[in-house]
């Protein structure tokens, strides 16, 4: 579905992806692991549109995207997580995902202005469909509440719940179980699987091991933005590099 | 103005406050000058409610990340636009009025084509350099009448009204031009509410509160900044064609960076979180405190420039952000 | 063809006042990212201090030249600490700084024109003569200012390049968080940019004042001087030497050959002109200071 083909993103002088091939196919659960630094946000910025690649290409659904801009690339139809909690804040968690909704609109935009009664029904229509989706997360209770005031991790499924509402064929997932528990992290869990269930296909970076082993088809471990690893689970879990390049860090941890 | 109720009717009660609140206060509006005879009052309030605009079509544009500092340069094209087709072609005024608008829109969509996709920085530079050229063709070339300006502006032409006679537009009376500021006034900020509760409105406030999550969510930051400049420009057009047949006489001087720095000023003493009250509250006080206090032309700029840092550092969402603190301890939490 | 020499030196010495100018800009843009709409004023002091310290005291004009540019150093830096160090470390850094140095300009210009009134001055020659230079003269009062431009430039490039606090307020300007690991007080170096900037800026006015008209109405220069820099591109110190003496020759030129106004009007016009082909300016846009 997603096809990166020796992509490569210089910052100045260094290169945060290299040459990198990869494939997600429908339907799948990816995982994005390696240590930090390793390229896999700058991949994802790159792929969703915000950053133009220096060089290679990235095919969606065989055709370039490249070159397209991040909102195009959401028309097309694959939606990301942002990293840090990139929400608006000044708004309610129902405005949140109603914004979400915005690229879907077919009425036309002059009578969107005028306020016409078909474009306010469209827009009606939308609210009860955010509101399914937060019904969806299980996060409907806390639909009027302000997304600055909600916990961490409610924050993360909040973006989740976001880029769902774009309707997308390829979600990207930064992170989504950073900083929470272990009740929290569970249920995210069982949030991906249920989204990989309604037929969309997921990229999924995180550092805990536990939510990658559990939930991924296949895995691919970067390190210095090129692929050192591709496999199950079971094959990457035993591979000596993949080790070797987190431990690695740990090394230099334990000498510092 | 019955046509237009039915936009600002929903089916929430707070709506219909807010509604009957409008009316009251346009009637207060409507029936001011009749209590407030002094005709320098009736100017000073005409002003107001021009910079009140102004204010808010400055706002409409930072909102969506458009710090435009040439604000005054369109609120001239529009003068002297509506001041050349009256004059020098001999339309009818209530005809100049609305083609001076369009004419604005359509510089500014050629204009904002080129400096909107520079980004926040470029687009806050070049709408400067834009704001001080525009000063300096008006004031170099002839055709503009130079730094002299254009004198002697038609007023427009009177506007019959049933059974009560006609609407007189002279040198003599200021109070039709009351009339006709407070008409078009209302008329944008209609336009401007229709648009904030669009979906316009709903992109302009996502790009304003990140912009980079609402290019991911799939709004076109580009189309909808560029929409915000032309629509803002060309209601600072509108303005300022009103302007010149009130006032009949333009001085490039008048339409330069200074004007747009105080027209920035009405907008951040409100509350660039009011966009349509906070500028009227900005304008109102900008106008008459300096009036009451009795500073002169010559102190105004320090005046003013003092309370910019003030403001920046003390109340950085301005009079009305001072509301929150209010609201915030009667919410039970 | 002597006239085009004429020409070309006084290009010249224009060029290089706006190169300080740049410079100065550049630093406080690059290294404290403040958009500085304030800075033409400080070049309006200096010029006005030396006219100040000269004619009614009597003031010799290299004492004056001192105090002219310590005198804009020391209110930027008191500028600084009163309103724009607040302002730093917010959110909306960028903008809400803008907002305060228009009302500094709007503030600064006034109080001019409230004190010295609306008529430009001169100041007497400082030191009399001609000298001949190929069959040419040039005052030497102009070539004074050349020579001092020139070494302050030296000496600005050397601050840069070669002392600690050069150092200190390049890496800031690259990453201040990264700057503050290795120790650096961020917060001084901000100060200590808007000092040195200032202090061009009155050297750049005091300098050019026995050569040139002095004006209440010499702070809108600002709008050239960011034009120049984003010709030569934000934060690079070569584009502002480069562009900073192309408007020195346009404007010489410009100025024999049409009225100022028309001048200017063709400078304007050559800047959008290079920036539509090159968005980033002569050397690029790095919005940090780059010394390449």
Known sequence: ???????????????????????????????????????????????????????????????????????????????????????????????????GYHKSYRTRFLKRVLHTPSARKEEEGFRQKALETLEFMGMASLKEELAANLPHGYQRTLGIAMALATNPKLLLLDEPATGMNLTEKNAVIDLIRRIRDMGITIILVEHDMKVVMDLCDRIIVLNFGQKIAEGLPEEIKSNREVVEAYLGKEESKNAA | MVKHNRYLFNRTSMRIHKFIYAIIVIIILALLPQVVRNPYYIHLLIMVGINAVLAMTFILMLRTGLMCLGIAAFWGIGAYASAMLSMKLGLPVWLSLPAAAVITAIIAAFIGVLLVKQGGFGFIIQTLAFGFIIVLIFGTFQVFGGHVGIVGISHPESIPIPFVGSMEFTSISKMPFYYLMLFLSLLMVLVLTAFYSSTAGRAWRAIGLSAHLAESLGINLFNYRLLAFIIASAIAGLMGSFFAHYYGTLVPGSFGPFKTINVHVYAILGGINFPILGPVIGSLIMTFVPEFLRITEGVEPIFTGILMILLVLCLPDGLLGLTHLWQRRSKPS | MSILIQLIVDGLAMGLVYVLLASGFNLIIGISRILFIAYGEFYMLGAWIIWGLMIPLKVPFFFALVVATIAPAILGAIVYQVIFRYIQFKEQQFLTNIVAAMGLMMLMAQATLFIVGTESRGIPSVIRGMVNVGGIRISYEKVMLIGLT????????????????????????????????????????????????????????????????????????????????????????????????????????????????????????AIAIILFFKPGGLFGQAQQISLQ
């Open chain 1, 1 to 99: 579905m997603l096809e990166a083909i020796k992509l490569t993103k210089y910052f100045g002088g260094l290169a945060a992806v290299n040459e990198l091939n990869l494939r997600v196919n429908q339907g799948e659960i990816l995982g994005l692991i390696g240590p930090n630094g390793a390229g896999k946000t700058t991949f994802f910025n790159v792929v969703s549109g915000f950053f133009p690649p220096t060089n290679g290409r990235v095919l969606f659904e065989g055709k370039d995207i490249s070159q397209l801009k991040a909102h195009d690339i959401a028309y097309r139809g694959i939606s990301r997580t942002f990293q840090a909690s990139t929400l608006f804040m000044k708004l309610s968690v129902l405005d949140n995902v109603f914004t």
């Open chain 3, 150 to 269: 020139l070494g302050v430039i030296i000496g600005l490039h050397l601050l840069l390049q070669k002392t600690k606090i050069g150092r200190a307020m390049r890496a800031v300007s690259f990453n201040p968080d990264v700057a503050a690991l290795q120790a650096v007080n961020a917060n001084l170096v901000y100060l200590g940019t808007m000092a040195v900037g200032c202090a061009l800026a009155g050297f750049a006015g005091g300098v050019m004042a026995p050569v040139f008209a002095i004006s209440p109405k010499m702070g809108g220069v600002t709008l050239l001087i960011i034009l120049v820099v984003m010709l030569g591109g934000v934060g690079s110190m070569p584009g502002a030497i480069l562009s900073g003496l192309i408007l020195g020759q346009i404007l010489s030129f410009g100025q024999y050959f049409f009225e100022s106004g028309v001048a200017q009007i063709i400078f304007f016009a």
